[in-house]
Every structure is written in C-alpha cells, then in structure tokens.
C-alpha cells in the first residue's frame, strides 16, 4: 500500500532523513521506533507532504511525493501528529467535523463511534478543545483524524501524556482498526505497546531505518535494542 | 499548625459540569507529592486553582497558613509558589539567559525599576549563571529560546519556574515527551534543584512518580481518593481500578 | 565561566562606545554638510521624529503593542508646550526655551497617565482598538475647542523669548537643530539605556508571553502602564521639539490618526525588532513626507508600492536588512557580495527610470497637462503626446526588469550558500 | 419629541445602521475568519462604487450590481494571492500594514484613472425618488434598496458561516494550517475565497453606496474607521453581533443629533450655576447632537473596557 | 522686468481630503499662468511650482522652505486658515530675518476674518472676500426676502463653521431682527456620512432656510439627503457651492432651492468666461476659483507700477492699488490688506438662456441674482498694520 524508497528530507537546508526506505501493507500495524530526533515524525510529515522530500513515494501505486497535504489526506492516509494540534477554540464537535472530508456519508466512522470509544468525549462535546486535559485532546486528535475515514493513519506517539489505564484502551483500538482493514504506522517511543500491538517493527537511527522485523525478533536482537532503542 | 499547602474542600465547576469536587489536602513542607489520576480528572485545573490562573467556585488554598484563593496569579507568585506548565511556556524570543534572569528579577526586588541596569545587578546576574548550570544550559546561554530543542525547552520551563526561589513548587508532567533516559536526567535535575522546597508534581509515567515522591495523592473525578506513600497507593485497589490498570503500569514501574 | 563573561562584554563595550561617538558625530556634522535651508529643516525634523519613532518602538518592538494613537501623545505634548512658550514669552512661566521639550515630556507623560490607565488593560487587537478609538475622540474633540487648540489654525509662538542661553536666541534654525541634536542625542541615550533595564527587559517578557509574566510575579498590566508611560514622555519631548521647531500647532495636522498611522508604518519600515530600526524608520519618514511629495506628484504611488514591496520582502524592516548584512559580513562572507549588490544595482536602475518615467508620463496627463505634453524628467524632456516616450520608457522598464530577474536569481543563489556555511559554521562554534 | 419626528428617526437610525452594516459586513467576514484588520477594506468599497460607475455606463446598472463586485472580488483574491499569503506567516502587523499599503495604491489608481473629482455616479431610474412617504418626509428608494442589500448581505453571510465549515476551516487553519491541510483541506483556496468574498461584499456596498451618497477619492477614508468600530464592538468574530451594533449605532447617533442638550445645561438645571468662565466651559457646553458622529468611538472605548468581547463576542483578542 | 520669469509657489493639497478641490486649483492657476504669459502688461512670464502641502500647517512651512529654495519670491494658497496662518507666520520670521529675500503670499480662498484683522501681515493679500463681507453680502439678501423668516444654522464644528454661524446671527439681527433662529448645529468636520438626521431635525424645527458654511462632502451630502428626503420648501444659503464635486450631488434636484454667495459666477462673460470654457474644454472640469485670475492680474500690474518684480517693492505698490479684474474694478484696502470687490448671491437653476455654461455638466448652474457693489460688503478691520521702515 504504501512505498518508501531512499527519501531524503530536508529542513530548509538541514538534512535530516538520509535514505528511509519501507513499505506497510494493508491491515498492517507497523511500529517506527527510536530515539529522540531519529527522524520519525520527519518521516512522517514527509509522506503527508509536510516538509520538503525526495526519492520515490507512493500510495496505492500513485506517486504522493510533492502531492500537498490536502491532497495526499483526500487519497486516504490520516496523519495524527505528535504534538497533538487541537483547534483550541472550537469545541469538540466541531474538532470533529472538521476531520470530515465532504459531509462525512460513506464514511467508516460516525461521531457515535468516536463517542462510543471515548465516552469523556462525548461528555465534553460543546466544551473548547483548548480547555480539555492533555490526555482528553490526545483522544480528540486520534478521533479527528480517523473521521477522515483513512485506509492508512500515521500516528505519532499517541500515548504521550494518558494515564496508563488509558494507554491500554489506545492499544485496543488500534487493533480494532487492523480489524477494520486499516493500516497503522505507529510512532512511538514506549516499547512495551508497540510490541504488544504490532505486526512488524522498523527501528530508526540517524535519518535511516536499521532494523525491520517482526517484534518477536526485535526482543531477540539485544544488539540492535542496546545500539539504536535504548541509551 | 500550618501547612505548607493546604486544601479545603475545594471545588470548581465549568458552567454546570463540576470538574473539582471538593479536595481537602495538607502538604508539608519539604515534602514531595506526586499527584496522579487519569486524563481529565482535574490534575491541572487543581494546579491552575492553586497557582491562581483560575478561581475556585468555593473552598480555601492556604499558603503557609495564608489564603491565597482569589488572588492574582503574580501576587501569589510573590508569595512563594510558582508552577511549570503542562505545555512549555517560556519567553520564546528571549535568550536563555534573559528568560531566567526575567524569573530571577522579581524575588530580588528589582521589581519595575528603570533606573539601574541589569548589567550591574550582580547577584541576579550570578544568580541567573548558577541556574542556567543547574539546569543544564550552559551551551545555550545566548540562544532564543524557540530555537532550543524539545528537552531543553522543557528543561527551562523547569529553570524558569525555580528561578524566583519559590519554596512550594508546582510541576505539571515535567517529563512529558522525553525519552528514558532523558527522564530519568531530569528527574535528578528536579530532585537536586528543589532540595528543601516543597514540590508537587503531576505525572503519568509511574517510574517518575516512584522514583520522586514521598507521598502520592491520586486524583480522580476531580476528588483526591488516595493519599499516602508510594507503597500504600500502589497496594490500593480503588486506585488500580481507576487509574494503574494492570500491565503498562506494571512495566513502567518496573523499569526503575 | 565569569571570565568568559568578561570576554564577551568587553569588545562589545568598545564597539558600543564607537558607535555612540559616531552618532554624536552625524549629529553633529550633518547641517555642516548639507547646508540648504530644506536640508536643515529635513534635519531638524529627522531629529525630533527620531524621538517619536523610537518612543513608539517602545510599544511596538519592545512592548508588542500596536497602538494606533500615539500621535495623540505627541500633539498634546506639543499643545501644552507651545502654550508654556507663549506663557513663558509674557513672562507668566519661568521656563527657558531649552527646557520647552521636557515640559512637553512631562504633558505626554500626563496624559499617558490619564489615558493609558484605561488602554493598557488590555492587549492584543484590543489595546490596537482602544487607542484607535481614542486616538480618533481626541482628534475630534480637539476642533471642538478651539480656546485650547486653536481650531483650525492652531496656535502660534515666537520661540525667540527670554534671555539668550549662553548666547543663543535660537531665532535662526541651526540653533534650533542643534538643541534637538542634543535631545535627540540623550533621549535615544535613554531609550536604549532603558531597554537594559528590569522594566526593559520584562516588558519583552510581556510582549512574548504575558501568561507566563504572571506566573513570575509581576503584573502585566502594570508592566504595559509603566512603559506606556514612558513612551509617552518621550513623545511629548518629541512634540515639544516640533513646538520649537515649526513655532505652530494645530490639532487636525498633529493629532490625527493618520499621523498616529505614519508613526506606526515607518517605525515598522525602519525595523521594529532593533533597535536602531527607527531611527531609520524617522529618517525614511521625513524623505517621504518633504522631498518624495516634492519630486513627485505621484509620491503616494511610489510610496504604496516600496511599501507594499518592503512588507512583504523584508518584513524585518530596513535594520533586518542591515542586520542581515553584519552578519554575512561578520563571517567574513561579504567580499563576494560586493558585485552581487553591484549587479542588482544596475539592473533597478533602468527598472526605477523606466517605471517612474511612465508614472510620471500619467500623472502629467492628469495633473498638469495646462502645461502642455512635455515634462521634463532627469535631464531630458518626455513627450506625453508622442509615442516615442512611451515606448522608450516601456523598453527601458522590460530591460530592466530582465536583467534584475537574472541578477536576483544570481544573488538569491549566493545568498542561500553564505547562509548555510553560515550555519555550519555556528553549529561547528557551537560544538567547539 | 413627538412621534413624527420619533418615526422618522427611528427609521434614519434603521437605515443608517443598515448602511454601517453593509458597509461592514464583509469586514467582519474577513476580521473574525482571518483575523486580517483589513485597512483596504473601504478602498474595495470606493473601487466598486468607481467600477460600477464606469460599467454602468456601459452595460446598465444591473449588470453593474452584479459583474463590479465579481471583479472587486477578484481582484481582492488576486491580493491575498500574491501579496497577503506571503505575508501571513510573518504576523498579524504585517498583514495589517500590507493592507494599508494597498489602500494607498488603490486610493492612487482611483485618482489616475478617474481623477480627484467627483464622478457623476447616478442612480439609476427605478431607485431615483421616494418610496414611500410618511409624515411629509419622504423615504427614498434607494435608502430602502441598500437595506434590502444589507438584509441579503446578512443572509448571505450567516449562511456561509453556519452551513459550511470555511469558517471553522479558517479559525482552525490560524493555529494550525499544517494540521488543517492534513485533514484534506486546501487551507490556500478557503483564505483566498473568503478574503476575496470580504473584497466583493465591500465592492457591492460600493456599488449601491455610491450612488447613493457620493463617488470620490476622499470615500473610502471617510467611513474606514467608523466600520473597524462596528466590528469591535459587536464583538469578534460575531455576525450578529456586528448586525446589532450596526443598528445600534446607527439609532444612538440618530437620535443623539436630536439632542440638544448639555452638561452645563444639565448643571444648570440641578442649580448648579455655569456661566462662560467656570472652569472646562468649553466641555460643558458642546451639546450631544455637537458630538453625535463621534459618540462611536466613545462608545467603542467604553465596550472595549467594560467588555472586551464585544456585545456578542466570544473571543477577546 | 520685461522677459523676467516670476516663479510662483502654489502650496495647497494635492492628496488627501481635498485633493480634489487643490488639484483644479493647480490647474486653474496653470491654465492661467499660461494665458498671462502669451500677452502681459509687464511682460513677464509666470511659473507656477505646485507643491502638494498636505492641508498642513507643518507641511507647509516645509513646503513653504522648499519653495524659497527653488528660488520663488511669491506663494499663493488658498485651502484652509490654518496653512494660511502658518505661512504668515513664517513670512514674518523670514522676511525680518532674510532681508533681500523676502517673500510675498497672495492668499485666494483662506476666508477667516482673523487673518485681515488680529492677524494681518503687511506680506499677506487676500483676494478673496472674508467669512464675514460674505456673511454681509448674503444677510443683506436676506433682507429683501419675505420668505425667510426660520433660519437654520448648520456648520462644521470648526473655526470657519463656528465664525458663519457667529457673523449670520449677528448680521441677522441686525438687518433681520424678526428672523428667527430656529436651530443651530455644528457637527464635526468631515465626520458625518449621513445628514438625514439633520434633516430631520431642520424639518422639525420648521425652518424655511439653511445657512451653512459647509464645503466638500460636508455640503454635498447634506444637500443630498435634504433632496432625499423631499425637503423642498427649504432654501439652502452657502458658500462653497461651486467647489468640485457638490454641483454634481446637488443636480436637478436642488433646483432653485440653493444659493451661494460668491466673487463671481459661471456666466460673467468677457475674458474670463472665455477662459472658463477654454479650460472646461481641456481638463472636463469647472473652472471655480477665479481668484487665482485676480491673483495674476494684480501682481502684473502691481509689477508695471513698481516697475520692478521685487516683492518689498510689488507689496509697497500693492497697498491700494486699484485695478481691474474679471469682475469690475477691485481695490487692495491698504489698511488691512483685504481685496474690496463686488459680490454675487446666486441661485441654481437651468442653465440656459442668459447663463448657457452649466456647472459639472449637469445642465444646471448658478444664476446670479443679485450684485453687491463693493462698499456693501465691506466691513471693517481691526489691523494694525506694522509696516517694514523703509
Ligand atoms: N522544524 C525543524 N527545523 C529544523 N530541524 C528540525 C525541525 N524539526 C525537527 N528537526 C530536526 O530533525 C531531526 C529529526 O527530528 P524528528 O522530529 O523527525 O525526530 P523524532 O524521531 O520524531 O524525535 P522525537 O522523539 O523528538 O519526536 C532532529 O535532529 C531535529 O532536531
Ligand atoms: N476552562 C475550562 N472550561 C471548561 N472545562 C474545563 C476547563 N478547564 C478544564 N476543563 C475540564 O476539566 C477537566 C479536567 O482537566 P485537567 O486539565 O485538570 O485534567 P488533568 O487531570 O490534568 O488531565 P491530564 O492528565 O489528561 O492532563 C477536563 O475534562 C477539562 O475538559
Ligand atoms: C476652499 C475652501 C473649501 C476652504 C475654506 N476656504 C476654508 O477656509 O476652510
Ligand atoms: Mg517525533
Ligand atoms: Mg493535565
């Protein structure tokens, strides 16, 4: 489904992704590990069409490099950032709404879903996302994007800031997904759910992947953990 | 006897919704407090009544014995409590060095003087060098503050707080977005720059909450259901029920 | 660790003494110079606006606050000036005339007393409307009392009262420029001083992120009062200045929202995030204003337009520019641009001529065809009946426009080079 | 005051007010979407006034109501496109000054193209005379006409606030435009749609303003900032809230103009003694009516102090 | 003096509020220069130097200084006291100060009484008629009209609207004193979008006439909405019908219904309505201020009797000196510096007949009614003119 290969990226002139090739296939929750400023979220807005990139992306057999953001959303990838982006003075439901391409028929997910996965949601309807906890906007980007009806969702490091109580329900749902037959590319930093979850593990070091398994030969590769995971 | 920080039965309501429903809690001082709970369960807007950024709807803060409830933010600050943020809040066009020597000005007495320059005020300027060592900035006096990473906005959001040389601090989720190891960094930084002050912090990530508190309050549904020693609070069934859920926590916890 | 600090402030220090002298200097020389009575007036007013400029900066740059009033600030320090003049004259106040400026520093403090007790309460587009709004009531009701503020023709003095200070009459205009040189000299002295100072400093903090000033300890809305306050002293100074130097005030000219608006456009223009920015900004102001609107009846035009142009290409203002510049040259990286600049030159030329040539030809059509269709225009004569003009001013606009493409294109390129082993070169400092 | 005269105000107050809100309306589009102060705002108002008198004379007034504002609209577009977007991302006084750059070129090529006169901009036949015609004061139709547009106007505008999401499209995209772009909105086209949408509602008000009052250069100044006015002070970012300060406005100085009263004659009546040398004389005697047209900003002041948000705002910066 | 070239430094707006009404006056005063210049008593030649002042005092006395540079001994200026003051003001400092170089300002249209009285300047020559011989002209036209008998005051709230309302009630109760004075307003300058309040309340009021010294946009849309609202038994007494713009807005509408007192009409034959014609023909506009041709005439006489183009010696010969202009025989009073010369009260009507130029091309035009000799408007000053010693 979606292609990676040899993309660079660049920061004005820094450079900072040298070569990230991978792929993630349908139904496929992939994890990106790795350290602070490995260059996961880059990747990340890398294929959304964020920052500056080149090499060959693609998506469904269409080349997305260069594609605007817009547009590589309305081909079916959702992105949830990792420094969460809530609109802070529009309520919740309307945070909502605006995840909706057009008027939201067709699509997988209704606010009653989004409701039913996160019932403090639904309390904090009519409230200002700007006002809601820092694990309640967590839950409102997730559920924003997914109103996009996405085959593919990007989500950077989505359990940053939840009560680990919640962090095990975030894992549940992204299974539920897989279930759904949407692809997953996790980012995240906690291994402990990412191996719980997913189906194959890339590691990032130095603006390049370094490893790409599956999560039970991830734990065996004590050298690549030691090297590129922990410090 | 007074406390350092006293709670009572505060309460706070958004429109209908009562988000703080009657909190009662004395802290000591020196002591150190976690404060968990899960997402949404008034940890902050507990921090932003306390700090004066919001006004109870009824109830007392009490601190060092005084009511501070009502008050204005700065005049609390003026007082001896100061908080960090949950999301960086720093002076972004501002070096390093000037963001920490603006929280080191008011405590000195400088207050709004515009007749002597901050060149000669010598001991807020040591007293501005020795902070920007303890947190670690060195490398990064004269940068802007917007340009300083993740980690080290976090870490001057720390300086900035601990700058007036408040004796009750307040530290909304210091640690969040760092890594390992940078954390556990951190939490050294934050144990050594608050020694002999009164701390409370908010966290999510157990192995801080185990490595840092003396005491832990858990918060939930806007009501401390807990407050007791680490121990105590991890044996408690009503908090692993609300809050700890079973694995992750174990595995944070276990990590330290 | 406190040698390194001594290390750095000291050369710092000399070259701040430098600079001081130097602006001593051109204050100094530039009447010599430039000797023209316009020259002197341009100069005389240059030094007060200066004054002004750098008063509003404190709002703007250093602040974050847009006002869109300070004039009001200025023209009642002019007001409560000329009326000390004129007491002063029929010997009701003992003021000599050198201490006009302050009296008219104090009036603008005054009523930056009054009237910024209710504006600085807030910030934001909300304080930009509060002045906008009273900006607007005070131009109005000034017409209304024309005991006070002369109505339409304001009030006039003879600034040649008293006895001579030190000889002085201050009768011919040189005197008067060098008594705003000083002004000019130790207002900016102060202004610069004070940005060095606690209140200075926090009022930054306050422009940045007031939120967080709160949780320091200090109050934000006193911190806008105070330096609200000073702001306004120093632009009375300046309207004091221009009491003496034009010896007439009167409310439509000096209060009104569109000289509030100059204020706030060349402030912006010379650089609101240094703070030299306005100095260039009042030099600029006094150009536009006297001589552009002398050369050409199309002034606004060209004025809409490098404004327009300068906003969107440098939005720092003139002084990012030169700060750009510095930099570059601090590297050591300058050399090569001195043909760059060169090449760019000489393609605007012909863009500038061809341009102005054209405008001028139109606004001749409109303005002053009783003259008949020829004009002249930089040495030679344009005939707005004959094609030849148009097509020659066309032809020498589409060259010049080409070749500044290509000389834009050249320059960006090394730019873009310099600034990256700029880069390189802080982060290798850095690392060091 | 008897009825007559009540009625008749009453009905000026309405009309003026209408007129401030036409005047508005797309000001507000802009200020409360874009958070863009737009300084040129009036100078797309006397822009359509001109394009719709030269058009008219060549295509008829009706078409003129409809193809002036299009290209005022364009035109504005082509602004936010070229101009405005470059500048968005260095902050809101930059934008601001770029729009006031604008006012002067345009208040420039206004001149050259039309000159510094007056153009005889005339109604056209079917809006020339009265209306209707109550206690001997006649009521034009051309007054009623710009109230009909400033009703549609409000329409119009309401509908595209609540019934699509350019709106909140555009509120989020000020935080946020990457995240905005990553949910599948071309952020670039809604700013340039509504910013030219602002441009052609100002060109319509100039369009049946002009001919209404008068077409000259001297236009767009006289009402720019009385409009920021009515922006603040219904509040940010509130339709409604502008509708009702229009109206109120509108009424207050109406009604003030009809006030012959004063403080030194309210002094006197308390038995207070006022004569021409007690001190602030000056003050004491101008009477209401005497400060009528500048009692909105008195009253902008006022809101903006004892209720920053404005009369129906949400929002206080 | 013969073949000398006179430049001359017209210092009025050429941008902002009334750019218009100072853009034709600069072509007026070119126009006209040029036609001076084809055949003249002294054989001089005219340069106008326009410099835009921004209606600014400040502006001026720079404008003023860059004018002096360029070498031009004569400035005329005619928008706004203000500026008018502010060039008195500075002639009388540098004309102390520069001796040789002294400089002489020919005002045409700044009409406040002070200028001639508390404020005269032996360098200063109006050419206009004042506030107050306007005032005189029009209440003695009053005088003769039964249907006047409510009058409403409308002014801008500034010195000019405040120095109408002031001299129209004094001379009223003078000459008219069974004339009521039903209301009075003044309302700030350039302020008001719409009069229909004003209207409304004149209309109240029961007035049968207006008197306002309203100009620009203040008057045009004044008269336009009076038109709006079907004020028709009011009559509308004013000063400044003629400046650019208000023909225009009153139109057909105003018909009969607006007077304005005035040096001259559009209709006054001889040279100077040829010249009108010549100019409308040019530049599509009117050609209203013929003081800039009172202007021209009388500094070329005034240089064939000094025999020289220096201004201490042109301002000497000026003192009284008669001559004659477009509009008869006109003296320069000595005393205070104030042109006397016969004054116009005329009413819009069609053109046509008698009166065949229209104004702004609305067919319709002011047709005089009545002439006032010169000693009719005449009033006196309080001048005390201080004379350079010779
Ligand atoms: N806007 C930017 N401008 C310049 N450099 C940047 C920018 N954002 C990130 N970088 C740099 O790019 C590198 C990769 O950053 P990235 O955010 O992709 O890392 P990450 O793996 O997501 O780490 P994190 O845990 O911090 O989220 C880092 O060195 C970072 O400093
Ligand atoms: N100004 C406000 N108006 C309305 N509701 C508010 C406001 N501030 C906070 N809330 C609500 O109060 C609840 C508690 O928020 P708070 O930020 O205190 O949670 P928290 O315990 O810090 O959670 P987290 O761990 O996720 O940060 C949330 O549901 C939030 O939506
Ligand atoms: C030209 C005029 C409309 C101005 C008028 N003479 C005045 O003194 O204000
Ligand atoms: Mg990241
Ligand atoms: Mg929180």
Redesign the pocket.
């Known amino acids: 489904m979606l292609k990676l290969q040899d993309i660079h990226a660049y920061?004005?002139k820094?450079h900072?992704l040298h070569g990230v090739s991978f792929d993630v296939g349908p139904g496929e929750i992939v994890a990106l590990l790795?350290?602070?400023?490995?260059?996961?979220?880059?990747?990340a807005k890398a294929i959304m069409g964020l920052v500056h990139a080149e090499g060959t992306l693609r998506w469904k057999d269409k080349d997305i490099l260069r594609k605007k953001a817009y547009e590589v959303a309305h081909m079916g990838i959702g992105y949830v950032p990792?420094n969460r982006d809530i609109f802070p003075k529009l309520t919740v439901h309307q945070n909502l709404l605006l995840g909706q391409k057009g008027n939201g028929r067709g699509s997988r997910w209704s606010f009653d879903d989004m409701y039913g996965m996160f019932p403090r949601l639904k309390e904090r309807q009519h409230t200002e996302a700007g006002v809601l906890s820092g694990g309640e906007q967590q839950m409102l980007t997730l559920c924003r994007t997914l109103m996009g009806d996405p085959d593919l969702i990007i989500i950077d490091?989505p359990t940053e800031g939840l009560a680990p109580k919640i962090v095990e329900l975030v894992g549940q749902y992204l299974r539920t997904l897989k279930d759904k037959g949407i692809s997953v590319l996790l980012?995240e930093?906690k291994l402990t759910i990412a191996m719980q979850i997913s189906d194959r593990a890339l590691v990032?070091g130095h603006g390049s992947i370094v490893f790409d398994g599956t999560p039970d030969s991830l734990r065996a590769d004590a050298t690549t953990r030691k090297e590129w995971l922990e410090v | 006897m007074t406390h350092a920080l006293e709670l009572k039965s505060l309460r706070k309501n958004f429109g209908k919704t009562e988000i703080i429903r009657g909190v009662d809690l004395a802290v000591e001082a020196g002591e150190r407090i976690a404060i968990i709970g899960p997402n949404g369960a008034g940890k902050s807007t507990l921090f932003n009544l306390i700090s004066g950024r919001l006004a109870p709807s009824s109830g007392e803060v009490l601190l060092d014995g005084q009511r501070i409830d009502g008050k204005k933010p700065f005049e609390i600050n003026r007082l001896g409590l100061s908080r960090s943020f949950q999301i960086t809040n720093i002076f972004p066009k501002l070096s390093v060095f000037e963001n920490l020597r603006c929280g080191v000005l008011w405590s000195l007495g400088y207050r709004y003087s515009f007749l002597r320059f901050l060149s000669n005020l010598h001991d807020a300027n040591a007293r501005t060098e020795e902070l920007i060592h303890q947190v670690g900035l060195d490398r990064k006096r004269d940068v802007q503050a917007v340009n300083l990473?993740?980690a080290e906005q976090r870490a001057l959001e720390i300086g900035v707080t601990i700058a007036g040389g408040a004796n009750v601090i307040l530290l909304d989720e210091p640690t969040a977005g760092m890594?390992k190891t940078e954390t556990s960094h951190f939490i050294a930084l934050i144990k050594q720059v608050t020694v002999g002050k009164t701390l409370l912090t908010v966290e999510h990530d157990m192995g801080v909450v185990f490595g840092l508190a003396d005491k832990i309050a858990v918060v939930v549904y806007g009501e401390v259901i807990a407050f007791d020693t680490p121990a105590a609070v991890r044996a408690n069934a009503r908090v692993q029920e609300a809050y700890l859920g079973s694995s992750v926590a174990d595995a944070q916890g276990g990590a330290h | 660790m406190t040698n390194t600090q001594y290390y750095r402030f000291k050369p710092l220090n000399l070259g701040r003494f430098f600079i001081w002298s130097l602006f001593a200097i051109v204050l100094i020389v530039a009447p010599m110079v430039f000797k023209t009575s316009l020259a002197l007036t341009m100069l005389s007013q240059m030094g007060y606006l200066i004054i002004i400029c750098l008063s509003y900066n404190i709002l703007l740059g250093q602040g974050g606050m847009l006002s869109f009033g300070h004039a009001v600030y200025v023209g009642l320090g002019s007001f409560i000036a000329i009326h000390a003049m004129n007491l002063a004259s029929k010997g009701a106040l003992p003021i000599p005339l050198v201490l006009i400026p302050v009296v008219g520093g104090l009036a603008g403090m005054f009523f930056a007393i009054i009237l910024g007790f209710v504006t600085t309460k807030k910030s934001g587009t909300t304080f930009a409307m509060i002045t906008l709004g009273i900006g607007e009531l005070v131009a109005s009701m000034a017409l209304m009392f024309p005991g006070f503020f002369g109505g339409e023709g304001g009030i006039t003095t003879d600034r040649v009262y008293g006895r001579p200070f030190f000889g002085l009459t201050f009768g011919p205009q040189i005197q008067v420029y060098y008594l705003i040189a000083v002004y000019c000299f130790i207002c900016t002295a102060l202004m610069y001083a004070f940005t060095g100072t606690p209140l200075g400093r926090i009022l930054n903090a306050v422009r940045d992120n007031p939120e967080r000033v709160e949780f320091i300890g200090y109050n934000t809305q006193r911190v806008r009062y105070f330096a609200f306050i000073i702001a306004g002293f120093f632009a009375g100074v300046g309207g004091g200045l221009a009491a003496i130097n034009f010896e007439i005030v009167n409310a439509a000219d000096s209060l009104n929202a569109l000289r509030s608006g100059s204020y706030l456009l060349f402030t912006f223009l010379g650089g609101a995030i240094f703070f030299f920015g306005p100095i260039i900004g009042a030099v600029l102001l006094v150009f536009a204003a006297v001589l552009l609107s002398e050369l050409s009846k199309a002034w606004q035009l060209y004025f809409g337009l490098v404004f327009v142009f300068m906003v969107m290409f440098a939005p720092g203002g003139i002084a990012s520019l030169v700060m750009m510049n510095l930099r570059v040259a601090k590297f050591g990286k300058f050399k090569q641009f001195w043909p760059l600049y060169g090449g760019l030159l000489v393609a605007i030329i012909p863009v500038v001529i061809g341009a102005a040539a054209l405008i001028e030809m139109i606004y001749h059509i409109q303005l002053n065809s009783a003259l008949g269709p020829s004009l002249p225009f930089m040495g030679v004569s344009l005939d707005t009946s004959g094609v030849a003009s148009w097509l020659g001013a066309s032809l020498i606009l589409v060259i010049g426009l080409i070749a500044l493409e290509f000389a834009r294109r050249r320059f960006v390129r090394a730019w873009g080079t310099a600034q990256e082993q700029i880069e390189a070169e802080i982060k290798r400092r850095e690392l060091a | 005051m008897n009825v007559e005269f009540f009625v008749i105000s009453l009905l000026n107050g309405v009309s003026y007010g209408l007129l401030l809100f036409m005047l508005s309306s797309g000001l507000t589009l802009i200020f409360s979407m874009m958070g863009v102060l737009n300084f040129a705002h009036t100078s797309f108002y006397m822009l359509g006034a001109y394009v719709a008198y030269t058009l008219s004379g060549i295509i008829g007034f009706w078409p003129a109501l409809f193809i002036a504002p299009l290209l005022v609209g364009a035109l504005g577009a082509g602004f936010e496109r070229y101009s405005l977007r470059r500048v968005h991302k260095f902050g809101h006084v930059p934008e601001l000054l770029v729009t006031f750059g604008l006012s002067f070129l345009i208040l420039e090529v206004v001149q050259l193209v039309w000159g510094r006169s007056t153009v005889p901009y005339a109604l056209p036949s079917q809006l020339q005379g009265p209306l209707f015609t109550i206690y001997g004061t006649q009521f034009p139709k051309s007054r009623s006409f710009i109230m009909l547009v400033a009703l549609l106007m409000l329409l119009s505008v309401w509908l595209l606030l609540t019934r699509t999401r350019i709106g909140l499209v555009i509120q989020a995209a000020l935080k946020h435009p990457e995240m905005v772009e990553a949910l599948g909105h071309n952020v670039p086209r809604v700013f340039m749609l509504v910013f030219g949408g602002g441009a052609a509602l100002a060109g319509l008000a100039g369009v049946v303003g002009g001919n209404t009052y008068v077409t000259e250069p001297a236009m767009a100044a006289s009402v720019g900032s009385i409009i920021f006015v009515v922006v603040v002070v219904g509040g940010l970012g509130s339709l409604a809230g502008a509708f009702l300060a229009s109206l109120l406005i509108g009424i207050v100085q109406t009604f003030a103009v009809a006030m012959d009263q004063s403080m030194a004659g309210g002094l006197q009546a308390m038995g207070v003694a006022v004569t021409e040398s007690s001190f602030g004389y000056p003050l004491l005697k101008l009477t209401i009516s005497q400060v009528a047209p500048i009692l909105p900003y008195l009253f902008l002041v006022l809101i903006l102090i004892f209720r920053p948000k404005g009369l129906l705002g949400t929002r206080e910066d | 003096q013969k073949g000398e070239t006179v430049k001359i430094a017209w210092l009025d707006p050429l941008s902002g509020l009334m750019a218009a009404v100072g853009t034709n006056q600069l072509k007026t005063f070119q126009f006209l220069a040029d036609e001076f210049n084809k055949k003249n008593a002294a054989g001089v030649k005219f340069e106008i130097i326009g410099i835009d002042n921004k209606l600014s005092p400040q502006e001026t006395t720079s404008a003023l200084r860059s004018a002096m540079d360029q070498g031009a001994r004569y400035v005329v200026q005619g928008n706004g006291s203000g500026a008018a003051l502010a060039i008195i003001d500075a002639l009388e400092k540098n004309n102390a100060r520069n001796p040789g170089k002294e400089v002489l300002y020919l005002n045409y249209a700044a009409v406040d009484p002070d200028l001639t009285n508390s404020k005269c300047s032996y360098w200063h020559f109006r050419l206009d008629a004042d506030t107050s011989m306007k005032m005189e002209a029009l209440t003695t036209f009053m005088k003769d009209q039964p249907d006047v008998k409510k009058v409403y005051l409308l002014n801008q709230n500034y010195s000019h609207g405040v120095q109408v309302a002031k001299y129209a009630k004094e001379n009223l109760a003078r000459k008219r004193p069974d004339v009521q004075i039903v209301g009075e307003d003044l309302h700030p300058l350039a302020q008001v979008r719409d009069f229909s309040p004003y209207i409304a309340k004149i209309k109240a009021s029961g007035a049968d006439t207006v008197i306002t010294g309203n100009w620009g946009s203040d008057l045009s849309l004044l008269i336009k909405a009076a038109n709006d609202a079907g004020l028709n038994n009011v009559k509308f007494y004013t000063y400044y019908g003629t400046v650019s713009g208000t023909p225009t807005a009153m139109g057909a509408a105003s018909d009969g219904k607006v007077f304005q007192v005035g040096y001259g009409h559009y209709n006054m034959g001889g040279e100077i309505q040829r010249l009108s014609v010549d100019f409308n023909k040019k530049f599509k506009e009117d050609l209203y201020t013929s003081a800039a041709y009172t202007s021209l005439q009388m500094l070329v006489d005034g240089f064939v009797k000094a025999k020289s183009t220096d201004p201490v010696k042109v301002a000497a010969a000026l003192e009284g000196m008669r001559f004659k202009s477009f509009n008869g025989e006109v003296e320069m009073r000595k005393t205070d510096h104030q042109l006397q010369q016969g004054l116009y009260v005329s009413k819009w009507e069609k053109a046509g007949g008698k009166f065949p130029i229209d104004s702004e091309n609305t067919g319709y035009t002011f047709v005089p009614v009545k002439y006032y000799e010169p000693y009719v408007a005449s009033t006196p000053t309080t001048c005390e003119m201080k004379r350079p010693s010779p």
């Open positions: 920061y004005g820094s900072v790795g350290r602070n400023g490995s260059g996961r979220s880059t990747t990792e490091e980012i930093q990032m | 990473t993740y890594s």
